[in-house]
């Protein structure tokens, strides 16, 4: 009996040592949740630190290279109890194009020789925006499908976003409500006059997008 009351003290005190291991091991509560009822109708301002564009295509058929589009402003409109009638405005720097390969970077933005047109965007790039003009929400999920003037390179063209909707809540670094979204789009860079080496370099360029907006 001596025995069985030793071994119960011991499992009851190995146990309470390990709760708060075992505590640590449980999933925090993050402040943005997948919860749509958490949106609150309002104009949002784009978080320009936590808000990106990145890009992907293919060279000479043997692997994608990609980077990134940052400090971006927009703004978006939107009432979750008609989420059809939200209204998209960005605006995308492209002057602050990121790769992790300075040769790369320099070849992006580099003038045009002996006064001949850039390879790709050239030195003073003009930023590029992104103004809806329909959304269709699939009300079965948080996805939906953004359609959009894309003026790129002073080339306005519609491009499709699919999009779907990751997380709402109050900020607790600026105390802002933030809702965030994901999408992804598919444009032809020729379409926009960016179309050199094509179909070296490949014309299809995949966009990924991750943003957050914070209530004004």
Same mark, same amino acid.
Do not use: C
């Given at each position: 009996?001596?025995r @069985? ?5 011991? +499992?009851?005190a190995?146990a ?13 509560l !993050? =402040?943005?949740?997948?919860?749509a009822?958490?949106?609150t109708?309002? !104009? ?6 936590? !808000? ?6 293919n060279?000479?058929?043997?692997n ?8 971006? $402003?927009?703004t978006?409109?939107?009432d979750?109890?008609h989420p059809e009638? @939200?209204?998209?405005?960005v ?6 194009? %990121? %790769? ?5 970077e $320099?070849h ?5 020789k002996d006064?001949?047109a ?5 030195? $003073?790039? &003009? &930023? ?5 003009? +329909?959304? +269709?929400?699939?009300s @079965? ?9 894309l003026?790129?390179n002073g080339?306005?063209r =519609?491009?499709?976003?699919a @999009?779907?909707? %990751?997380? &709402? /809540?109050?900020?607790?670094?600026? /105390?802002?409500? +933030?809702?965030?979204?994901e999408? %992804?789009?598919?444009?032809k ?5 960016l ?8 014309d299809e ?5 991750t943003? &957050?907006? $914070?209530?004004?």
């Open positions: 009996m001596r @069985a009351t030793l071994v119960s003290a011991a +499992t009851l190995v309470a040592a390990a709760a708060p291991l075992l505590a640590d091991q449980q999933p925090a !993050t =402040p943005g949740q997948m919860d009822s958490l949106v109708a309002g !104009t949002y301002s784009a978080d320009p630190t936590h !808000t990106l564009v990145g890009w992907r295509l060279h000479l058929g043997f994608d290279y990609f980077g990134l589009f940052g400090s971006i $402003e927009g978006l409109k939107i979750p109890a009638d @939200a209204t998209l405005a605006t995308i720097p492209v002057a602050r194009i %990121t %790769t992790a390969s300075d040769e790369l $320099e992006l933005m580099r003038p045009g006064g001949a850039p390879d790709f965007f050239g030195p $003073e790039p &003009a &930023a590029a925006t992104f103004v809806s003009t +329909t959304v +269709t929400v699939d @079965a999920s948080d996805h939906a499908q953004i359609t959009g003037d003026t790129l080339v306005t =519609p491009v499709t976003i @999009a779907q909707f %990751t997380g &709402a /809540g109050a900020n607790p670094l600026s /105390g802002k409500q +933030t809702v965030g979204f999408g %992804t789009a598919m444009l860079r020729s379409e926009f006059g179309g050199n080496f094509v179909p070296l370099v490949s360029v995949e966009l990924q997008i943003a &957050a907006f $914070e209530k004004q």
